[in-house]
C-alpha cells in the first residue's frame, strides 16, 4: 500500500514539476497544446517554480477530484490563476512563434541570464534595461496577434514609452505619430536584436547619435 502510494505521488505531482522545471515550464502536454508556464517576470521557471505551483495542487483540488477550489480561485482572479501559480509566482501562457519566424528571439537572451551566463543588464544607447523588461518585451510581441487593434495599440505604448528616452526617441514626437503602434512595435524588436548577441552586457552606446540606426 505505501509503494501504490508513492506511486500514485510521482505520477500526480513528480510528473509535472520533473518536466516543467527542466522544460522551462513545458510537460510534454503542455507543448502539444502550445502553453508554457511562465515567472511572472516573463522568464523561464526552474525546479523552484514548478515544485511550489504543484505541490498546492492539492488544494486546488479540494474537494477531490473535482477542482472545484481551484475552478473558483480561477475564475475570480483577474490573472486567471489558481493557488499554486499565486504562491509560486507564475503564469500559464499560449506560446506562439511569429517571434521565431522574424529572427527575434528575447527569451534566449533571458534564458541566459536566469541561468547566470550573463548578470549584466543590456545596455541601450542612453541606459539600461533589465532583463524582466527584455522578457516583457518578448511576450507581447509573441502574443500581440492575438490582441484586439485598441489593446494591441495602448500596451505596446505601455510598454514602449519607459524605454524612449534610454533609445533617443522623441516622446512626445511619436506620441503623435499616426503610425505610432507599427513604430513602437519596430523599437521593441530592435530591442530584442540587441539582446541577442553574444555578450548583451558589450555597450552600445556608440549609436546614441544615430537613433535612426534603431530602424
Known sequence: MAL???????????????????????????????IRVIRQ???????????????????D??????YLLGGLVMHFDPLGRRLGDMVAGTYVVIEKFELAA????????A??????????????????????QVGLIEQFL?????LSEERRALLVWQITEPLLSLLGED???LARSADRT???EQLLLQVLDLAQIREPHVAVAAKASQPSSLF
Request: net charge positive.
Open 182 to 184: 507599427d513604430r513602437c
Open 111 to 132: 534564458t541566459r541570464v536566469e541561468q547566470g551566463r550573463s548578470r549584466q543588464a543590456l545596455t541601450l544607447p542612453r541606459g539600461m534595461i533589465s532583463a524582466q
Open 61 to 66: 483540488m479540494l474537494p477531490p477530484p473535482c
Open 4 to 34: 501504490l502510494l508513492f506511486v500514485i505521488f510521482l505520477i500526480n505531482w513528480g510528473y509535472y514539476v520533473f518536466f516543467e522545471g527542466i522544460s522551462q515550464g513545458s510537460t510534454p502536454g503542455k507543448k502539444r497544446m502550445g
Open 171 to 173: 516622446r512626445d514626437s
Open 142 to 146: 509573441a502574443r500581440r496577434y492575438e
Open 102 to 109: 522574424q529572427g527575434a528571439s528575447g527569451a534566449a537572451w
Open 41 to 59: 517576470d516573463g522568464l523561464p521557471i526552474g525546479l523552484r517554480e514548478a515544485a511550489l505551483r504543484n505541490l498546492v495542487r492539492a488544494a
